[in-house]
C-alpha cells in the first residue's frame, strides 16, 4: 500500500521532531573539531525511517534535509556516545526545539496546544522562538504568552552542564566515558572529576557517556532522552570566518584539512615569523611568496592584516603570516610542509592514521588506503539487491556504512577466504583512534579496521597499485551478496 506524500511527510516531521531523524544542529565546532583523545572512535547513526513510506519518497526527504545520516563520536567499540546536557532555562523567548525536546516545557505546551510538538510543520520553526511563531497559534494573546512564560520559568533550572554529574542509577543507566588519570586535554575535549574521584571526559564542557540500551554500532536510542541527552556529533567542517580568496580542502595525502588559496594552492605557515611580523622577504619571499592582502582589507574572524617590509599587505592567521609553495605543482600537493623542520601547511584538522598505512593515488579509483610497500588495501562489505537498486559494479567510489563493517567483523573473511586475503595485522598494543579501530581475531591477532570495516591484502597483487580482489563478488542467499572493494580514505 502506498503511502500519500503528505502522509509521509506529517509523518517524517514527526519523527524528526522528537530527534530520531534530525538533531539539533552542532554547535561551532572551534578551529579543530574532528580532533579527539586516543580511544575515541567515530560511527554513522542511521535515521530510522517510519513504516510505510517508500524509497521515492525517502529520496526526496533526503534531498531536502528532513533526513540525514549523523556522523557521532564512539567508544572502542563503535557505540555512540552521548553529553550529559540538561536544558537550559526556559521561557517563551526559548527555540520550539529546545521546548519540544524538553518533556517538562513539551507538556506545559501540549496543554495549551494539543498535538502542537507532533505538528511536522514546526520541523522548520525548531530555531524560532514561541513568541517568534505566536501569529501562527490562534488565541495566543499577550496575556496567555506571559502566563506560559510563567510556567516555563517554573520548571527545574539545571546546574551548570560541568559540575552536573550522572551518578547512581543514572550512571548505570548511562556508563560515564572514564578517562586516565594522566589524560591530557585536546580540543574540545577535556577531563572532569566525578565525586567518587574517577576521571570522565567531557566534550564542549559536557560530560560524555554511553547508553546502556545501545546494542550495537549505528544506532543512537539515547538521543533526545528526558531532553536531557544529546548524540555526541562529529563535525565534518570547519565553521570560520574566512577572508575572501582563502578556503579550507583535504591535501592529497588526506592527512588534514588546511587553508588554501584561491587557486586551490595549500598555505603554510614560518616558525621564524613572529606574531603579526613577516621575517621572509627577498629570496624567502620568491620561494615561498606571501600571501597577499588587498590594500583594504580588514581583520576578518581569526585573519588579519599584517604590513610587510617591501611595502605588501599580507594576511596572517592568528598571527602567523600566511605563504605559498612554488614547489607545489598542482592543487592539493604540499610539498612544502616540513621543510627545514620550520616550514609547515596550515592545518587546522590532522588525521590519524596507523602508521602501517599510506594513501596510494590509484588511476582509476583515486586516493586509497595501501599498505607502505603500495599493496591495496580491501575491505569486504556487503549489498542487498532490490527492484530500485543496480549492479554491483555502480558502488566502486563508495566508502561503506561503517554500521555494515562492525556487523561483519573479521566473520566475513574466515577458513578458506584466508589463503588469498591477508589481515592488516596491529601491533599488540594498537589503540583505536578516530576511523581507526582495532579488532580481534579468533586466532587473537588483532586487526586494523577503517570506518568499520577490517583490512586485508589480496595475494594476487603483484606490483604496488594493482586492485585485482576490486569488485570480486559472492552471491551469499540470492538476494544479498558480499563483495571485496578497495578501501577509499
Known amino acids: 500500500m502506498r503511502v500519500s506524500a503528505s502522509l509521509a511527510f506529517a509523518a517524517i516531521g514527526a519523527v524528526m521532531l522528537n530527534g530520531s531523524i534530525l538533531g539539533q544542529p552542532a554547535a561551532a565546532a572551534g578551529l579543530a573539531p574532528l ?26 526527504a533526503r534531498s531536502m534535509g528532513y533526513i540525514r545520516n549523523v556522523d557521532v563520536f564512539a567508544d572502542v567499540n563503535g557505540m555512540t556516545l552521548y553529553t550529559y546536557n540538561p536544558a537550559p532555562k526556559l521561557s517563551v523567548d526559548s527555540t520550539i526545539g529546545a521546548l519540544v525536546d524538553n518533556e ?19 520541523g522548520q520553526a525548531r530555531g524560532l522562538s514561541l513568541k517568534a511563531v505566536k501569529q501562527f497559534l490562534p488565541g495566543l494573546t499577550d496575556e496567555k504568552l506571559a502566563g506560559i512564560d510563567k510556567e ?55 560530560p560524555v557517556h554511553s547508553y546502556s540500551k545501545d546494542d550495537k554500532p549505528g544506532v543512537a536510542k539515547g538521543n533526545k532522552a528526558e531532553g536531557k541527552w544529546e548524540q555526541a ?64 582589507a580588514v581583520s576578518v574572524g581569526d585573519f588579519s592584516v599584517i604590513d610587510r617590509t617591501d611595502g605588501l599587505k599580507q594576511w596572517a592567521y592568528n598571527g602567523q603570516p600566511l605563504y605559498t609553495f612554488v614547489g607545489d605543482e598542482e592543487k592539493g600537493t604540499a610539498n612544502g610542509d616540513g621543510v627545514a ?64 563493517g562492525a556487523e561483519l567483523g573479521t566473520a566475513s573473511c574466515v577458513g578458506d577466504c584466508l589463503e588469498e586475503f591477508i589481515p592488516l595485522a596491529a601491533a599488540a598494543d594498537a589503540q583505536p583512534w578516530g576511523d581507526w579501530t582495532v579488532v580481534t581475531r579468533d586466532d587473537g591477532m588483532k586487526q586494523w579496521a577503517y570506518r568499520g570495516f577490517a583490512l586485508y591484502q589480496y595475494k594476487e597483487d603483484q606490483a604496488p597499485g594493482d586492485a585485482i580482489a576490486h569488485d570480486i563478488y559472492e552471491l551469499t542467499d540470492g538476494r544479498t551478496g558480499l563483495y571485496w572493494r578497495v578501501a577509499l580514505p
Open 104 to 122: 517538562d516545557s513539551k507538556a506545559v505546551l501540549e496543554k495549551h496546544f494539543p498535538g502542537i510538538s507532533s505538528n511536522p510543520a514546526l
Open 341 to 404: 623542520q620550520v616550514w609547515h601547511q596550515a592545518e587546522l584538522v590532522r588525521y590519524y592514521f596507523p602508521d602501517v598505512v599510506k594513501i596510494l593515488q590509484h588511476p582509476k579509483h583515486g586516493p586509497m588506503l595501501a599498505t607502505l610497500d603500495g599493496h591495496t588495501l580491501y575491505a569486504r562489505d556487503k549489498h542487498r539487491f532490490t527492484l530500485a537498486g543496480g549492479s554491483h559494479d555502480d558502488r566502486s567510489a563508495l566508502r561503506g556504512k561503517p554500521s555494515n
Open 152 to 206: 516555563l520559568g517554573a520548571i527545574e533550572v539545571p546546574l551548570d552542564p560541568a559540575n552536573a554529574m550522572c551518578v547512581g542509577e543514572c550512571a548505570t543507566e548511562w556508563p560515564p566515558f572514564l578517562a586516565a588519570a594522566d589524560a591530557q586535554p585536546t580540543g574540545l575535549w577535556s577531563v572532569v572529576a566525578r565525586p567518587d574521584g574517577s576521571h570522565q571526559w567531557a566534550l564542549d564542557g559536557k
Open 35 to 60: 580532533a579527539a583523545p586516543m580511544g575515541v572512535t567515530y560511527s554513522t547513526v542511521e535515521p530510522q525511517i517510519p513504516a510505510g513510506i517508500d524509497a521515492s519518497q525517502i529520496a526526496l
Open 233 to 296: 556529533e562529529r563535525v565534518d567542517s570547519l565553521n570560520m570566518l574566512l577572508p575572501v580568496g582563502v578556503s579550507i580542502n583535504e591535501t592529497l595525502k588526506y592527512d588534514g584539512k588546511v587553508l588554501v588559496n584561491a587557486e586551490g594552492r595549500t598555505l603554510y605557515t614560518f616558525d621564524q615569523d613572529k606574531p603579526g611580523v613577516s621575517v621572509c622577504v627577498g629570496q624567502c619571499a620568491s620561494m615561498w611568496p606571501p600571501l597577499e592582502a588587498p590594500r583594504l
